[in-house]
């Protein structure tokens, strides 16, 4: 019984020792190229340091040095660079509407007897003006118009 147990502990010392021949063996590479790549892995310069933990990385620009310049320059001399809409004052105003239009529709505003008359301000009652404007019976006298109804 000693036998058997011996020789099934020889075989299975022969399993672990083919195991592990195979287990060293590199795919196109021999047991020396493996070694000189793990020396020169430890003796690496940074080697085990976190990305940007030692300053700055080198740069290596992917647009034109002088076209980037320019658009600096530019963007430096604009006269509004960093000021937010409407911080210095209104912005330029430019009408779309003809300016004698305005002005007429501006005078008969001004000229109407109820302007200023809310619906339902004295009462609950409804104001309903009966009365022409001022500038529309001007302009009616003298044939420039017709009467408001």
């Known amino acids: 019984m000693n036998n058997s147990y011996s020789k099934i502990a020889t ?11 195979n287990a060293q063996t590199t795919v196109g590479r021999s047991r020396e190229e493996v070694q000189a790549e793990a020396v020169a892995a430890a003796h690496a310069p940074n080697q085990n340091v976190t990305r940007g933990s030692r300053g700055m990385e080198p740069f290596t620009p992917m647009a034109d040095p002088q076209k980037m310049q320019q ?4 963007a430096a001399h604009a006269p509004d660079q960093n000021v937010t809409r409407g911080s210095r004052g209104a912005d ?3 009408s779309s509407a003809d300016p004698a239009t305005v002005a007429a529709q501006a005078r008969a505003t001004a000229a109407a007897p109820d302007q200023n008359v809310v619906g339902g301000s004295r009462v609950n009652s409804k104001v309903i003006s009966t009365m022409n404007p001022p500038v529309d019976s001007a302009q009616a006298r003298q044939g420039g118009g017709q009467q408001a109804k």
Not at 11 to 21: P, R, V, W
Request: aromatic share 6%.
């Open 71 to 74: 658009q600096a320059e530019a």
């Open 92 to 94: 330029p105003f430019v």
């Open 11 to 21: 075989g299975a010392l022969a399993l672990l020792a083919m195991a592990a021949a």
